[in-house]
Each structure stands twice: as C-alpha cells, then as structure tokens.
C-alpha cells in the first residue's frame, strides 16, 4: 500500500504544474546542438524555466550486408546509422512561447516532439 501512496503524491506533483517536453532527434549531433540552443534561445526571451537539455542515449542501427553474391560469403561491409537525442522541458509555459516555438525554422534532419505533461 505504500507504492501506491507514492504514485498518487507523484500524480497530484506532476498535475499542479505543466510543462512542454520537447524530444529533438537527429543523425548528425552538430546540427542537434545548434538546434536544442535555437530552442532554448526563444524560450529564455519569454523568461521561462528551462530544464535540460538532457543527453538521451544514442540509438545505433547496424546492418551486415554481403559485397558480392553467391560463393564470396565472407567478403561483407558493416553500415551503422546513429541517431542522436536530447531531452529539455519547459516549466509552465504560456501560449507566446508554445507560438513562437511553432514558427521556429530548424535544419533538415532535425525531428523534434512536443508533449504536454
């Protein structure tokens, strides 16, 4: 009973106060960077608080493919795709920052998901 007395303190905490959490996904961490700084940039000119950003773990897709068909099995190539994560929560926004970040312009390649909580 104890666990379930904690999970209903952490609901009523989280509920009390909204925050935007903003997932920024890319394969290049340079443009990644750029673009979480563009972010936290337009939300720190609406004076809010900003928590991150947060270095997610790296996700890494590999694929072994043969060279050549048939007989040559052991001659392969190994390919690796990487895609970078960063993680930043805006404390109780108002609607100019939700606005202002729909209208940012960011680099191809960046894909980034806003969520309530």
Known sequence: MATVTKVKKADAAGAAEPKLRIRVRA???KILDLSVKQIMDTANRFDATI?????LPTEVKRWTVNRSTFVHKDAREQFEMRIHKRLIDIMSPNPKIIE???NLSLPS???IDVKMA
């Not at 928590?51 to 270095?55: A, E, I, K, T, Y």
């Open 100 to 102: 202002a970040l729909t």
């Open 51 to 55: 928590v991150g950003p947060v270095p």
């Open 27 to 29: 394969y290049e961490h």
């Open 109 to 111: 390649g960046v894909t």
